[in-house]
Structure formats: structure tokens, C-alpha cells
């Protein structure tokens, strides 16, 4: 009984993989708003009614190519952040930046998919949230070591946003000051600002030499949160910032 029940989740295993990588195709094809149960199914030789076994409509199946493509963006920036000196906080922000542009770059369709124009009529459950924080709570573990450790340069909020600021911060990050808070968040945006303009076309003529520009844009973003590079420059020559 248990082989039949590992050779049955193996194949379910299998299948379920080949729905998804055909779904990820057809997201490159013809973007995610025409993502079609049928359209993967007849593809992949199977009837409708089977596909419906592993994913009961197209959210579901949208749902699962979310939080894929949130994970393997979360994996590759944890990857490249292990590699950089834990006692060296701005290196480490401006490498999960570069991981973060480097993913996008080599998956545009999924980064669109999560970063992108909303799905007409889809709405993200909360099931996404973990795979979607993942960058995100890097950067806040960067910035807390920093202020737990050598401290983080500060910055002054003005009296409209202090509200705001604390709120932002007993959610996000109760051990941090709200003014940090406030530059993580501006600058978790930007970030993905900067990702996405590149990405879809939005720097065409205008920055040329994209790679030493987006470092010494992550090195601004490290500056911004109140980081401090340790040693005389960011990662691979950029400046320093405010140098």
C-alpha cells in the first residue's frame, strides 16, 4: 500500500509540475489575464475535468504561480545575501539588490506576474504573503543587525508623518525606530521601481549602462535606510554614497 501511495504522489508530483511549467509558457505567450485551464490542458494532452483535480479553477493555478515565483525570487536573494560578511550591512542590502535585478532580468514573465499589471479579476490570498516577504524581511534583517550593532545613520520625520511612522512600525518592525521604518519602506519601493522601469522598457534611451547604474542606485538605497559601507567603496568600485 504505501509504494502504491509513493507512486501515486509522485505522479501527482509530476503532473502537477507539468501544469505549471506549461502555465509559466503560456504566461510568456500571452501574458496572465489569458491564462486558460483549457488552453493548458488541451496542451498537455489531458482533459479539463483532470486538470480540475489539481487546480479547481484559474486562480488556484495563478495562486500556486505566484508563490513559486515569489520563493524562487526569495531563494536567490537569500542565496546571494549568505555569500556577503554578516558584519558588513550596506554590502549586504546592495547584494539582495543585485539578486533582485539579476532574478527579474532572467525572468521577466514571472517577475511581471508579481510586480506588474494586476490580474484582471484575481485577488491574492493570504497563502501568498509568506513567499512575498521574503525580500522584504531581509532587508529588515539587514537593517536590524545594523542598528543592534554599529547602529544606522538617522533621520528626521516631519510631525504629519509621525503617526503614520508608528504605525508602519509596530506592524513591520516594532524594534526599530519609525523614521527607519519609513526609509525601509521608500526604499523597498524604490527598488522595485528601479527593477521594473528596466524591465519594461521605461529606461530605453535614457540610461544605456544599466548594470553600474542600478549599483550605484542600490548603493543610494543602502545610504537612504542609514547604512554605512565599511569599507572605502560599495561592492565592484561603485562610489560611495553621498562621496
Known amino acids: 500500500m504505501s509504494t502504491a501511495r509513493g507512486a501515486r504522489a509522485r505522479a501527482r ?22 491564462l486558460s485551464l483549457r488552453a493548458v490542458a488541451r496542451e498537455l494532452g489531458m482533459v479539463s475535468s483532470a486538470l480540475y483535480r489539481y487546480f479547481p479553477s484559474r486562480d488556484d493555478l495563478l495562486t500556486a504561480l505566484i508563490i ?15 555569500k556577503v560578511s554578516d558584519a558588513d550591512h550596506a554590502q549586504r542590502w546592495v547584494a539582495v539588490c543585485e539578486a533582485v535585478r539579476g532574478w527579474a532580468l532572467a525572468h521577466p514573465h514571472e517577475y511581471a506576474l508579481i510586480y506588474g499589471s494586476p490580474v484582471p ?9 509568506p ?6 524581511l531581509l532587508f529588515i534583517g539587514i537593517v536590524r543587525d545594523a542598528h543592534q550593532g554599529p547602529g544606522v545613520v538617522g533621520s528626521r520625520l516631519p510631525a504629519e508623518l509621525e503617526p503614520e511612522a508608528r504605525r508602519m512600525a509596530a506592524e ?10 519609513v526609509a525601509l519602506v521608500a526604499a523597498w519601493a524604490k527598488l522595485f521601481g528601479l527593477v521594473g522601469f528596466e524591465l519594461f522598457g ?3 534611451r535614457v540610461v544605456e549602462d544599466r548594470e ?3 549599483r550605484h542606485a542600490a548603493a543610494q538605497l543602502a545610504h537612504d535606510v542609514g547604512l554605512v559601507f565599511t569599507g572605502p567603496t560599495p561592492p565592484r568600485g561603485g562610489s560611495t554614497p553621498g562621496s
Open 13 to 34: 508530483t509530476e503532473v502537477t509540475a507539468a501544469i505549471k511549467d506549461e502555465a509559466r509558457r503560456q504566461l510568456a505567450a500571452e501574458g496572465a489575464a489569458r
Open 172 to 181: 513591520l518592525a516594532p524594534d526599530l525606530p519609525p523614521a527607519t521604518v
Open 212 to 214: 553600474p547604474f542600478f
Open 68 to 82: 513559486d515565483a515569489y520563493d524562487s525570487l526569495g531563494e536567490t536573494a537569500e542565496a546571494a545575501h549568505a
Open 131 to 136: 513567499a512575498a516577504s521574503r525580500v522584504g
Open 121 to 129: 479579476g484575481y485577488i491574492a490570498p493570504d497563502t501568498t504573503v
Open 202 to 204: 521605461q529606461f530605453h
